[in-house]
Nanobody
Framework: QVQLVESGGGLVQAGGSLRLSCAASGRTLSPYAMGWFRQAPGKEREFVAAIRRSGDVTYYADSVKGRFTISRDNAKNTVYLQMNSLKPEDTAVYYC?????????????????WGQGTQVTVSS
């Protein structure tokens, strides 16, 4: 079993940047496709970004495309989400997820592991 711990969240002004990290313990991340999801107060959890196990293919929600970048460093057992040009509507708890296999999914329930989340707040 792999434990995922997110970090890097915080309060930032609109237009600013944050980089979220997802560190794994217990097992290496290399067998897993990885994803990021977020949930804002009163809203459903939604897909943000995902990356294949090999790291060669990424996929983004339309709402973040061109602003967010997902990457992974298997040697460091860490996945990142670089968030630029942040908007108030990006405010949410962000969750890192891991799925056994090479291909990502865009549905939270298709992932096998997830972390506790990190809060991102963007002020206007």
């Amino acid at each position: 079993q792999v434990q995922l711990v997110e970090s890097g969240g915080g309060l930032v002004q609109a237009g600013g940047s944050l980089r979220l990290s997802c560190a794994a313990s217990g097992r290496t991340l290399s067998p897993y496709a990885m994803g990021w999801f977020r949930q804002a107060p009163g809203k459903e959890r939604e897909f943000v970004a995902a990356i294949r196990r090999s790291g060669d293919v990424t996929y983004y929600a339309d709402s973040v495309k061109g602003r967010f970048t997902i990457s992974r460093d298997n040697a460091k057992n860490t996945v990142y989400l670089q968030m630029n040009s942040l908007k108030p509507e990006d405010t949410a708890v962000y969750y890192c997820t891991a799925r056994v296999g090479s291909n990502y999914r865009t549905t939270f329930e298709d992932y096998d592991y997830w972390g506790q989340g990190t809060q991102v707040t963007v002020s206007s």
